[in-house]
């Protein structure tokens, strides 16, 4: 394929280009098939394809023509800018001989792709594609982090991870702070009134679940007022166990 011919994905126009898009979908599958064939690569497995550069998915081929759709920089790989009728069998050769050096490795079955990646990566046998990849912040984040070489684009996926860890904090210290002080109040509320409808134990306390179910719908609404997702009913429950074990201190 012409470098044109990534212009556009389904019909929409795309900035990174439709051969960026493919390789993303590749790689978001998470795992490769390494058993099914396509006829069009000899019977050659959809993860080998990838690896050698090709997405077998988009690709076509009749008796009299060699149509494979190429990931980035897989053609310039294979020592060509395009297929043309007189190149096109010669390149099917070059491929197959990839694919057979890919055979090699031994890969069976479904296999995540960053393990396969690592092995081809490990034997010398990178894909074409890697260091488009590496140049792609979207591919790049979607690679085994040991295969990537792109500086700014690793610091980028660092503040990323960085970021939700930091949203993620920020929605645990919220809940926690939610606990401490709503969901203590509305305990506190239905033990000064002695817990009723609760049972007492051997212990002369109730249960902490009994508890729970009296006070978790009200935590729920109380919740959904200031805009929190409402906390589970175990998350509830288990501060209430506390709340009660304390009471006896």
């Given at each position: 394929m012409e470098q044109s011919d990534y212009d556009e994905l389904f019909g929409v126009p795309s900035a990174r280009g439709v051969g960026l898009e493919m390789l993303e979908y590749w790689l978001?599958?998470?795992?490769?098939?390494?058993?099914?064939?396509?006829?069009?690569?000899?019977?050659a497995s959809e993860g080998h394809?990838?690896?050698a550069g090709i997405d077998p998915e988009n690709s076509m081929q009749t008796i009299d023509q060699y149509g494979p759709a190429f990931l980035p920089y897989?053609?310039?790989f294979y020592g060509h800018s395009r297929i043309t009728a007189e190149n096109e069998w010669h390149l099917k050769d070059a491929v197959d001989r990839r694919i057979s050096e890919l055979k090699s490795l031994g890969l069976k079955g479904r296999v995540h792709c960053h393990e396969a990646l690592?092995?081809?990566?490990k034997f010398k046998l990178d894909p074409p594609w890697l260091a488009a990849a590496n140049n792609d912040f979207e591919c790049a984040k979607r690679i085994p982090a040991k295969l990537r070489t792109n500086i700014e684009i690793i610091k980028r996926i660092s503040r990323t991870a960085s970021s939700k860890g930091g949203l993620k904090r920020a929605s645990k210290n919220a809940l926690t702070e939610f606990l401490n002080t709503v969901c203590r109040k509305e305990y506190e509320k239905f033990e000064a009134k002695g817990f009723p409808n609760c049972p007492p134990k051997t212990s002369g306390l109730p249960k902490a679940t009994d508890v729970t179910n009296a006070i978790y719908f009200t935590v729920c609404?109380?919740?959904?007022?200031?805009?929190?997702?409402?906390?589970?009913?175990?998350?509830?429950?288990?501060?209430?166990?506390?709340?009660?074990?304390?009471?006896?201190?």
């Open positions: 978001n599958k998470e795992f490769w098939d390494f058993n099914r064939g396509y006829f069009q690569f000899d019977g394809c990838i690896l897989s053609i310039e690592e092995k081809c990566v609404d109380k919740a959904e007022e200031v805009g929190m997702e409402p906390p589970k009913f175990l998350t509830v429950e288990g501060r209430v166990r506390q709340w009660l074990k304390n009471s006896t201190k």
